[in-house]
């Protein structure tokens, strides 16, 4: 079982920079590729970014790309997001997940049906 725990939200203005982390426990890490979404009050949840179990394949949504990079430290069992140039629309609760097993998000990694391990999310607010 594959304990989640993000952290690094807060409030930033517009234009600003966050790194947010998600320390994994309970799971052999390297295993799992992981994502980030993120919901916004009134929105559904909703796909950030994607990274395979050896950081060789990221995918980004439309919205991030550019502005947000994925990356991992499997020897620290952390997977991290960095938010560059952020903006009000970003303002958003965001959730790291993990892959059902390994191999779950091969042809799909934005679905949220292929993650089962979530964390409890950590707020971003970016003011304008």
């Known amino acids: 079982q594959v304990q989640l725990v993000e952290s690094g939200g807060g409030l930033v203005q517009a234009g600003g920079s966050l790194r947010l982390s998600c320390a994994a426990s309970g799971g052999t890490f390297s295993r799992y590729a992981l994502g980030w979404f993120r919901q916004a009050p009134g929105k559904e949840r909703e796909f950030v970014s994607y990274i395979s179990r050896s950081a060789i394949s990221t995918s980004y949504a439309d919205s991030v790309k550019g502005r947000f990079t994925i990356s991992r430290d499997n020897a620290r069992n952390t997977v991290y997001l960095q938010m560059n140039s952020l903006k009000p629309e970003d303002t958003a609760n965001y959730y790291c997940?993990?892959?059902?097993?390994?191999?779950?998000?091969?042809?799909?990694?934005?679905?949220?049906?292929?993650?089962?391990?979530w964390g409890q999310g950590t707020q971003v607010t970016v003011s304008s």
């Open positions: 997940a993990a892959e059902s097993f390994p191999g779950a998000t091969y042809y799909d990694p934005s679905s949220q049906s292929k993650y089962s391990y």
